[in-house]
């Protein structure tokens, strides 16, 4: 009979952020350069966006801890009781979008030049928190997919 050492969690590393920027920004950028979406953004309420945002947070730890049944939250570095993976993953998932809305002057180009600048950026804002939901579900599931 062969012992083995109980499993230890692996730690999160910067390939695991890695992986997750790469499907993050995948599903993203169709999204960001879309007229839709931003006609669907400046149509929805600020209250709307914020429930999009919930979901994008629950799409992402249902993937993450939920769809793996091989990770558990409870196992990974921390910061502030919340896992370094989960961070990482909102911040990728949020980031990417909000980056490539930049890079390619989205807002500019299908937000009406008469919005005030507040305007815009809650425009901006609600486009952002659509793109996520998808943006979530590249990086997730890169992260999961390739974390072996």
């Known amino acids: 009979m062969r012992l083995q050492r109980p499993r230890r969690p692996r730690g999160f590393r910067p390939a695991d952020s890695a992986q997750q920027i790469v499907g993050g920004f995948?599903?993203?950028?169709p999204f960001v350069v879309t007229e839709e979406v931003?006609?669907?953004?400046d149509n929805m309420s600020v209250v709307q966006a914020l429930v999009t945002?919930?979901?994008?947070?629950a799409?992402?730890?249902a993937t993450l801890y939920k769809a793996d049944t091989k990770r558990d939250a409870t196992d990974e570095q921390e910061v502030v009781g919340i896992p370094i993976?989960?961070?990482?993953?909102?911040?990728v998932s949020f980031?990417?979008?909000t980056i490539l809305a930049l890079l390619f002057d989205a807002p500019d180009t299908f937000i009406e030049s008469s919005k005030t600048?507040?305007?815009m950026a809650v425009t901006t804002f609600k486009a952002v928190s659509v793109g996520s939901v998808f943006s979530v579900v590249g990086a997730a599931t890169a992260d999961s997919v390739f974390s072996r």
């Open 53 to 57: 945002v919930s979901i994008v947070f």
């Open 85 to 91: 993976r989960f961070i990482s993953l909102m911040c």
């Open 59 to 61: 799409i992402g730890y």
């Open 26 to 29: 995948l599903l993203a950028g």
């Open 38 to 41: 931003w006609d669907l953004a």
């Open 117 to 119: 600048t507040t305007a």
């Open 95 to 97: 980031g990417s979008v």
